[in-house]
């Protein structure tokens, strides 16, 4: 009979750091909470160890999420509309089509952006506000758009959506790279 193989430590270690972040406490507040040692806390967020179950459940009761979300936390969800794509209505009384991107969630907010960018050095960005989400609609140029860990590459027209909680990047490829970044976040 074979092992049964758990999740990967570096995913523990992340989620653990991420979410006591999240709530604001410290390592030794959050081992307090679970009733494990603090060097156990610190060891799993630096990725090592081997965390039994019972411990895993602690932390989850600790930090106030779900025991899933440290053993197999969300992946970042990532949307993109090609230039031409996307649901688009026609005037009758002028040459203009209005194409809806993305429709505004219950009690969000909306911050606006012009970019204009150049090859070079990328913009990194790191995680803002838990569920921040981030909207690029590429005007010119070309890009690499979102999470820093899997960018997507985008081209005049194109729009692209992505957790803006996690560390993200924006780098032009292209000369005079132009676009409309708007950050959505919880009111």
Known sequence: MTEPSGP??????????????????????VARRAGIAKSTLSGLEAGTGNPSLETLWAL???????????????RPVVQVIRAGDG??????????????????????RRDIYAISAQPGEPRRSD???????????????RALVGPTSDPVEVTAGDY???????PHVFEAIEPGTAAVLVSEHRA
Do not use: K
């Open 127 to 141: 995680p803002h506000l838990p569920g921040t989400v981030e909207h690029v609609v590429l005007s010119a140029g």
């Open 160 to 166: 692209v959506a992505y957790p803006g909680d996690v």
């Open 60 to 74: 989850s009761s600790a930090l106030e999420v779900p025991f899933s979300l440290l053993v197999d936390p969300p």
């Open 8 to 29: 990967p430590i570096a995913a523990i270690a992340a989620a653990l750091q991420q979410e006591r972040r999240r709530i604001g406490l410290s390592l030794a507040e």
């Open 87 to 108: 649901p688009a209505l026609s005037s009758e009384s002028a040459d203009y089509v209005a194409t809806l991107l993305s429709a505004s969630p219950a009690a969000t």
